[in-house]
Each structure stands twice: as structure tokens, then as C-alpha cells.
């Protein structure tokens, strides 16, 4: 899995931060980034982060 963060889609919503916190974080931009990518797997949190963001802006 390759989590990204489109920067174009995201409005901030936190959501993907707050369900998966060991991939996403919010950054000073107030947009989400994937700083975690190779922990998705043991993470297991990252399809429900993708799955849960309102504007669909997480590619897994
Ligand atoms: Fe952005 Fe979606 Fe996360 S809007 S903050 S990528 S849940």
C-alpha cells in the first residue's frame, strides 16, 4: 500500500488523522499528510481512513 494525500482534494476535515494517526498527520498547511506510508499495513486503519474521507482525497 502507497497512502497519499491529494493536496487539491483534501479540505482539512481531520478525519483520516484522527481514525489513523500512525499514517496521517495534520500539517501546518491544515492539510493531511501520509508520514506514516510504510506503516499502513500494521496499522491496519489506513482503508477506513480512505474509505471515511468525505471528499475521497486518500489513494491507497
Ligand atoms: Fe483531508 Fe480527507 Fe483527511 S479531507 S484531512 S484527507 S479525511
Redesign the pocket.
Known amino acids: 500500500m502507497n497512502p497519499k494525500?491529494d493536496p487539491d482534494?483534501?479540505?482539512?476535515?481531520?478525519?483520516?488523522?484522527e481514525l489513523c494517526p500512525e499514517v496521517?498527520e495534520?500539517g501546518d498547511d491544515g492539510?493531511?499528510h501520509a508520514v506514516g506510508a510504510d506503516q499502513c499495513e500494521d496499522a491496519g486503519c489506513c482503508e477506513e481512513?480512505a474509505d471515511?474521507?468525505?471528499?475521497d482525497?486518500?489513494s491507497l
Open positions: 494525500v482534494l483534501c479540505i482539512g476535515c481531520g478525519l483520516c488523522a496521517f495534520m492539510l493531511a481512513a471515511s474521507c468525505p471528499v482525497a486518500i
